[in-house]
């Protein structure tokens, strides 16, 4: 029997909405690693491979960013709740690589039990808005406390205009509220989306998503925005 078409399958977001992680990493698979993360990658500009800057991969999945981190010469700590996200991120070849050398650690917790080392990047693609909102203020706080200044913020939060806020349990913001929480950086980048999926019946849904890579500034940059 033949396999529908590509465009026939369910996008990846409608495993997502049923936190149907297998599902979504399936479906996912062969993607590249996200832009908000490579454009922190590329301000952090070139590695010397003496000295790798270190980074937190909250929420990595299957390991799209974390592979490429790697590949760029960078340290990471990968996290994930999902035990076969990791399975998967294990078998990449730069991971399996770097775990090999020293370069990967990765850690199977949940949001709420996750310890952040002091890094000079965190990433959270896509993963934050899947914090219960009632844990998500001292995740943040988490994150804040581990970057220090000149250290960079990237990945995605979702605005209070996302259809999944009828889901329950996922963690909304408005602008105002998402703005707040980098009242103490930088934003390099700061990209709203607010539209409508081009996706049919129940896979359709109104996406509104902040697309952010943010670096802490030091104190005498008081000012900038
Ligand atoms: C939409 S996926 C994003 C994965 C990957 N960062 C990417 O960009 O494709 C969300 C990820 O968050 C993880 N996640 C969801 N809830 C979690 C929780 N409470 N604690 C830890 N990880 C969680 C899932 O296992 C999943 O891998």
Redesign the pocket.
């Known amino acids: 029997m033949s396999s529908p078409p590509p465009d026939a399958q369910p996008p990846a977001h409608e495993a997502?909405a049923r936190?149907d992680?297998v599902a979504?990493?399936d479906r996912?698979a062969g993607?590249p690693a996200?832009e908000t993360l490579t454009g922190a990658l590329d301000a952090f500009g070139a590695v010397a491979p003496s000295a790798p800057p270190f980074a937190v991969?909250?929420?990595?999945?299957?390991g799209?960013?974390t592979a490429v981190m790697l590949e760029r010469g960078w340290r990471v700590l990968a996290?994930?709740?999902?035990a076969e996200?990791l399975r998967r991120l294990r078998h990449r070849p730069a991971c399996a690589a770097a775990l090999a050398e020293g370069r990967l650690e990765v850690v199977h917790?949940?949001?709420?039990d996750?310890e952040i080392p002091p890094a000079n990047l965190v990433n959270?693609?896509?993963?934050l808005p899947?914090?219960?909102p009632d844990a998500f203020p001292a995740l943040w706080r988490k994150i804040d406390a581990a970057l220090a200044p000149g250290a960079r913020f990237s990945g995605q939060l979702f605005g209070d205009r996302d259809e999944w806020i009828n889901l329950g349990g996922l963690t909304h913001l408005t602008r105002a509220q998402a703005l707040d929480l980098f009242s103490d950086y930088v934003l390099e980048s700061f990209r709203e989306e607010d539209r409508p999926s081009t996706h049919k019946g129940e896979a359709h849904k109104h996406w509104h998503t902040f697309h952010i890579i943010a670096r802490k500034r030091s104190e005498s940059q008081t000012g900038e925005r």
């Open positions: 997502a936190r992680w979504y990493f996912m993607k996200r991969d909250l929420g990595a999945g299957d799209r960013d996290h994930d709740g999902h996200g917790a949940d949001f709420a996750i959270a693609s896509f993963s899947f914090c219960p």
